[in-house]
């Protein structure tokens, strides 16, 4: 590891094991501070990087940066299916899910998602994570399986990801088992138009189904809830054409997959630091979208500042490149159909906690209280 790179202050014989563990956020803010590189020593050490430069490197070299040995692994929910694959599995897997997430093949769930929404609508007081996360649930459930995936069970299988470090690490084996069961079933009989009857025949459908219930769920939701909190204090982009740059700006302030990583598989430079082969290599949406450098007065909530456009490999919030998020567009479609059903009537805020806690994804420490009045 290169030792002339700048590290946050470590504690002696620790490293940064403990600051890890107690605060991630706080201490890659802290290693943002030494330097646009800088070495952070976790269990094995890592280089964590924040630049558009370091961000192209990292997310279009997928022979030198890879997967497999790299944090998702590290957890039951992301380590398999087209997340866990390196070339030249993955382009081949991801070339086969792709069209199903396409703008074109969600077309038709757009309606759909707008139904669910309204069905769900708030009346007086709610709590935005709560709501939040019953949505996702019910439009993953429709977007993916038509509805029939049995909802409890849904539930019982995505509830670990909002608990705190280790809970989404644990194996779950019967927990699992029970999911792709009935995922499996699904795919027997699947409905029309849901992405299992696309995927349907497929060998590694029932995998590829349960990781994307995994990857999109915490993450739109999380975002979700903060976007709903905001909203109720920033009136004027309360109007259903007004929300994609509203959402766009959410993704920036709160990106919920706040850091990436990948395991250099030879030796490697990006943005002109030289990295050993097997060095674990971090990229961090969070920093990215908070450097004062590339994103002006970051944390003022300004979604007119898409309208001048922004530096390539400065906004990554489904990351970017040929292994950037595959639910990008099923997202910002549950996005914009959850939140056009809250402009509608009064909403205001009603206190809680929209600090950041970071696990597996970004979250709102919340609660998030809201009260939607009138119609
Ligand atoms: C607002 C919601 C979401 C955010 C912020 C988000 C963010 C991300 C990010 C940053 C990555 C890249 C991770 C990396 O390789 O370093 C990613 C990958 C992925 N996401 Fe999402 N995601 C969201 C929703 C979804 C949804 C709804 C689905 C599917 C239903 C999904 C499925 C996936 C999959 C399968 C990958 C792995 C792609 C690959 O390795 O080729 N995500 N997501």
């Known amino acids: ?40 020593r976790l269990w094995r050490p890592a280089l964590v990087g924040y630049r558009p430069e370091w961000n192209r490197a990292i997310l279009t070299d997928l022979d030198t940066f890879r997967s497999r040995g790299s944090l998702s692994g590290l957890t039951p929910y992301l380590s398999a299916g087209v997340v866990h694959a390196d070339v030249p599995e993955h382009r081949a897997r991801r070339y086969g899910l792709s069209r199903h997430f396409s703008a074109g093949a969600l077309a038709g769930l757009d309606g759909r998602l707008r139904e669910i929404s309204e069905a769900h609508r708030p009346h007086g007081s709610f709590e935005a994570l709560g709501w939040s996360c019953q949505l996702v649930q019910h439009m993953l459930n429709v977007a993916l399986f038509g509805g ?9 299988f995505v509830a670990p990801l909002h608990r705190s470090m280790p809970a989404p690490m644990l194996p779950r084996p019967w927990l699992f088992r029970r999911a792709e069961t009935a995922i499996a079933r699904v795919l027997e009989d699947p409905p029309p138009g849901s992405i299992a009857a696309h995927l349907a025949g497929h060998p590694d459908a029932v995998t590829d189904l349960r990781v994307a219930l995994a990857a999109g769920y915490d993450t739109t939701s999380h975002i979700l809830a903060w976007a709903a909190w905001h909203l ?14 509203f959402v766009g700006e959410m993704l920036r302030l709160y990106p919920a997959g706040w850091l990436g990583s990948r395991v250099t598989s030879r030796p490697a430079r990006a943005a002109g630091v030289a990295i050993p082969a097997g060095t674990l290599v971090l990229y961090s949406p969070f920093l990215t979208h908070r450097d004062p450098e590339l994103w002006p007065c970051p944390l003022l909530i300004r979604p007119e500042r898409f309208e001048a456009g922004h530096p390539p490999w400065a906004y990554l919030p489904f990351a970017a490149g ?33 600090g950041i806690a970071a696990g597996i994804t970004l979250r709102p420490r919340g609660p998030l209280h809201l009260r939607l009045g009138g119609t």
């Open 1 to 40: 590891m290169n030792p002339a790179l700048p590290e946050p202050a470590a504690l002696p014989g620790l490293g940064h094991v403990w600051q890890w563990a107690a605060g991630p956020v706080a201490l890659l803010s802290a290693g943002a501070h030494t330097g646009p590189v800088f070495r952070l």
């Open 148 to 156: 029939a995936m049995p909802a409890r069970l849904l539930a019982r």
């Open 232 to 245: 109720a204090a920033h009136q004027r982009w309360r109007h259903p054409q007004a929300l994609p740059m």
């Open 322 to 354: 040929p292994r950037a998020c595959l639910g990008a567009r099923l997202a910002r479609l549950m996005l914009d159909a959850a939140l056009a059903s809250l402009c509608d009537g009064d909403l205001a805020q009603d206190g809680g906690d929209p």
